[in-house]
């Protein structure tokens, strides 16, 4: 009957001692064996046994220790779009007197054991995502047996997490049908990677824009670029080396549209004489380019907090339903969008 006893208050660090190894260790052997010799994982298990360690019932238990520090994982740390995002979970984790690690996902290969052991040890109560993806290799079965997670800024309803973001398609059509409504026919598109779903949203928004309006759908308007400045910079000259050449331009983020805003002076184009810009997140920057730059405003620093809420909730042991968080966003009509000289 000792075990039985055991197995209420076994941890991690109990498996540790009786394998003879780190917790580190113990994490890769339960989560990814196999990464760990034969030898070792069967010291592991054989702890396991003698302590009565139950993993999925020490995630499960309300009472486990907090460490009152939660992680963001951010895509792209150097992306001055995260900021604010970042800064809104940051004021509403320290007034409930959490700390906030940041995670960067663009090293996620190098990082991925430490994320995944830094949850299984419990150093983190939960974890904010601003993208797309987990980072780390597990599923939705996995994930329950894991500390809260919460979603903002994207959409992935297959991995059924709580999520903060805005309507991309909807905003992406408003964004294009403004150009159209400026008399623009030839409206071209700076997209995003095509693995990320809020691009693919955004660029479902452009052609259902352009299919309401009666345009047709040229495949060699789109463009696909990496979120960068030099993305904007190359797209723009690939479009504008085409035989008819878009008189306007949607792009998937302000730092895109800044490198097109940039290539166009480069090629001799005047924005917004020559050719109209549209950008989407309204970074800082988007206010101090010349023009200033036309954009969709996306609330970073109200999906930062409202996400982070979400966060609390589940670990204040409420039951937070799966599944979208809408906040509204704006169009703000700046100098880099005019009226075509044909319409005027």
Same mark, same amino acid.
């Given at each position: 009957m000792e075990? @039985?006893q =055991?197995?209420?208050t *076994?941890?991690?660090k109990?498996?540790? %001692?009786? !394998?003879?190894?780190? #917790?580190?260790?113990?994490?890769?052997a339960?989560? @990814?064996? =196999?990464?760990?010799? *034969?030898?070792?994982?069967?010291?592991? %298990?054989? !702890?396991?046994?003698d #302590?009565?360690?139950?993993?999925h019932?020490?995630?499960?238990?309300?009472?486990?220790?907090?460490?009152?520090?939660i992680?963001?994982i951010?895509?792209?740390i150097?992306?001055?779009f995260?900021?604010?995002?970042?800064?809104?979970?940051?004021?509403?984790a320290?007034?409930?007197?959490?700390?906030?690690?940041?995670?960067?996902?663009a090293?996620q290969n190098?990082?991925?054991?430490?994320f995944?052991?830094?949850?299984l040890?419990r150093?983190?109560?939960g974890?904010?995502?601003?993208?797309?993806?987990?980072?780390?290799?597990?599923?939705?079965?996995?994930?329950?047996?894991?500390?809260?997670?919460?979603?903002?800024?994207?959409?992935?309803?297959e991995?059924?997490?709580?999520?903060?973001?805005?309507?991309?398609?909807?905003?992406a059509?408003?964004a294009?049908?403004?150009?159209w409504?400026?008399?623009?026919?030839?409206?071209?598109?700076?997209a995003?990677p095509?693995?990320?779903?809020?691009?693919?949203?955004?660029?479902?928004?452009?052609?259902q824009?352009?299919?309401r309006?009666?345009?047709?759908?040229?495949?060699?308007?789109?463009?696909?670029?990496?979120f960068?400045f030099?993305?904007?910079?190359?797209?723009?000259r690939?479009l504008?080396?085409?035989?008819?050449?878009?008189?306007a331009?949607?792009?998937?983020?302000?730092?895109?549209?800044?490198?097109?805003?940039s290539?166009?002076?480069?090629l001799g184009?005047?924005?917004?004489?020559?050719?109209?810009?549209?950008?989407?997140?309204d970074?800082e920057?988007?206010?101090y380019?010349?023009p200033?730059?036309?954009?969709?405003?996306?609330?970073?620093?109200?999906?930062g907090?409202e996400?982070?809420?979400?966060?609390?909730?589940?670990?204040?042991g409420k039951?937070?339903?799966?599944?979208?968080?809408?906040?509204d966003?704006?169009?703000?009509?700046?100098?880099s969008?005019a009226?075509?000289?044909?319409?005027?």
């Amino acid at each position: 009957m000792e075990h @039985n006893q =055991e197995s209420t208050t *076994a941890t991690m660090k109990d498996v540790a %001692e009786r !394998a003879g190894v780190s #917790t580190a260790t113990v994490s890769r052997a339960l989560m @990814n064996p =196999e990464k760990v010799s *034969a030898v070792t994982r069967q010291k592991v %298990e054989q !702890a396991v046994i003698d #302590t009565g360690y139950s993993p999925h019932a020490l995630a499960r238990n309300a009472k486990r220790s907090e460490s009152r520090t939660i992680m963001v994982i951010v895509p792209d740390i150097c992306d001055p779009f995260f900021s604010e995002m970042i800064r809104g979970v940051e004021v509403t984790a320290a007034k409930q007197g959490y700390l906030v690690l940041i995670g960067d996902c663009a090293h996620q290969n190098q990082q991925e054991k430490s994320f995944m052991n830094l949850m299984l040890t419990r150093q983190i109560d939960g974890m904010v995502l601003l993208g797309s993806q987990v980072p780390f290799d597990t599923g939705v079965e996995e994930q329950r047996n894991l500390p809260p997670m919460v979603m903002a800024n994207e959409f992935a309803p297959e991995l059924e997490l709580p999520t903060v973001h805005i309507d991309n398609l909807t905003a992406a059509f408003e964004a294009v049908n403004h150009l159209w409504q400026l008399g623009h026919r030839r409206i071209a598109c700076i997209a995003g990677p095509e693995e990320m779903p809020l691009c693919h949203y955004r660029l479902q928004g452009y052609i259902q824009a352009l299919r309401r309006n009666g345009l047709t759908i040229d495949p060699e308007y789109i463009v696909r670029g990496d979120f960068t400045f030099e993305a904007g910079c190359t797209a723009f000259r690939r479009l504008m080396a085409l035989p008819n050449p878009p008189d306007a331009l949607f792009c998937h983020s302000d730092i895109m549209a800044l490198g097109a805003m940039s290539q166009a002076k480069s090629l001799g184009l005047r924005v917004p004489q020559d050719i109209s810009l549209v950008g989407f997140d309204d970074i800082e920057l988007s206010r101090y380019s010349d023009p200033q730059l036309t954009t969709v405003a996306q609330p970073r620093f109200d999906i930062g907090r409202e996400a982070m809420l979400l966060l609390l909730e589940q670990l204040q042991g409420k039951t937070v339903s799966s599944g979208s968080r809408l906040l509204d966003f704006e169009l703000k009509v700046r100098g880099s969008t005019a009226r075509t000289a044909k319409s005027e």
